[in-house]
């Protein structure tokens, strides 16, 4: 879009053989003709099919194992194409990190997506939480109180429990989503940690933070559970 | 993480040529020592830095252009190389499509995202909206009540009302989502409209809500609009 001139004309781009190879196996993902656990064609085969080089085939491999969409294939002969993945918050999540180190967003946005998504998901997590989830919860809430465990390991725990909580919501984009936020701020929260004189004392309140979410939780209090991951996650950015 | 046996051993994994050049750049990117706008050195040049082939970095430049973190470099001298780009909501958008596509999420699923992004979108417009933020709003709906548009064009303006409603939100991750999102159902989007008898119909209470939602923004009602969009949103499902 930038390319376009004042006057509306357009360059023409000609795709690169790589693009022409991405956008077939994305259009058969697209069509439904290629699904998660199905296996690409090796890459010689599909550079016949295809009437392009090897390595046209191989470039656009690397861009899809990059996006998640593909798991490389090994060796040679009938198993050794790329597999179709069906899962990526992985590589969503280092896309999104990627970006929020270019700056495009600013902390405040992030922190404020993430408060939207958390009073969403505790809210659904105190609706359809099991006794078997609240008891998860509970425990992820004793790790953090450990003595002897680094604040990089603490940052896991609380990581893990607000994915838990965003995968009792029951929509399971969500906890990607939630996922992906977290890893693109892991480097800053570590960093908050690593300024403070006693982190452990931090820690300390975040942990009984959580544990009163997850009292709100097993309470059913959709309110309550809103209310207080809102004034938990607020408290942490306003340091 | 599929990879780890079950007594915990996990197969050491070689990394590849272009994912050493991924890394190395990512993190040069990450420390903030390059940012958006800066021009990387060229293929050759980076080759001999890193001591790899230039396969390896070309490789590693198509992963790159595919996420949007650079823009392919052309010809060769001095300004031949990539340029580190700071937006890559279209790639964001690419991605979730292909993981959509991959049932990875159900439809349900992303219009209880949706909903929920929606929601607060405009209840921040209402808060910030400007007159001309208003008026930008009112052309678009005008436009969706052209009777010579395709549905497809009616798409588009449908798809730009939601993303500039999210903009003006203040938020410029919410935007990036917001579209991301909608991209990602396009093609399911389009499909209702194929299956409608009538769509000029449905296309004209859509431009109709649309137009109470605007009203309630420029009178600063955020609560009537939230209340609005919810309902607009349910609705198109529900078809």
């Known amino acids: 879009m930038s390319e376009t001139a004042e006057n509306g004309w357009q360059p023409v781009r000609r795709l690169r053989t790589h693009e022409h190879v991405l956008a077939q196996i994305e259009q058969q993902i697209l069509d439904g003709r290629l699904a998660a656990g199905d296996r690409l064609p090796g890459e010689r085969e599909l550079a016949d099919y295809l ?36 899962e990526g918050s992985e590589a969503l999540a280092n896309l999104l990190r990627l970006h929020l180190a270019l700056s495009r967003f600013t ?80 480097r800053e929260m570590l960093a908050v940690f690593e300024d403070l004189q006693d982190w452990r004392g931090t820690a300390d309140s975040l942990a009984d933070q959580h544990a009163a979410i997850v009292e709100a939780i097993a309470a059913h209090d959709s309110t309550g559970a809103t209310a207080l991951v809102e004034r938990h996650i607020t408290n942490f950015y306003a340091g």
Chains 1, 2 share one sequence.
């Open 51 to 86: 009437g392009v080089s090897r390595a046209g085939v191989r470039e656009a491999m690397r861009v899809l194992e990059a996006l998640g969409v593909v798991s490389a294939g090994v060796g040679s002969g009938p198993t050794s194409g790329s597999v179709v993945r069906g």
């Open 107 to 186: 902390q405040r946005e992030v922190m404020e997506v993430r408060i939207q998504l958390e009073r969403w998901a505790v809210a659904e997590a105190a609706v359809h939480a099991t006794a078997s989830d609240v008891t998860k919860l509970r425990a992820v809430v004793l790790a953090m109180r450990q003595r002897d465990i680094s604040y990089e390991e603490f940052n896991e725990l609380d990581t893990g429990f607000h994915v838990s909580v965003a995968e009792m919501s029951g929509n399971a984009l969500l906890g990607t989503l939630m996922r992906a936020l977290r890893d693109a701020v892991r």
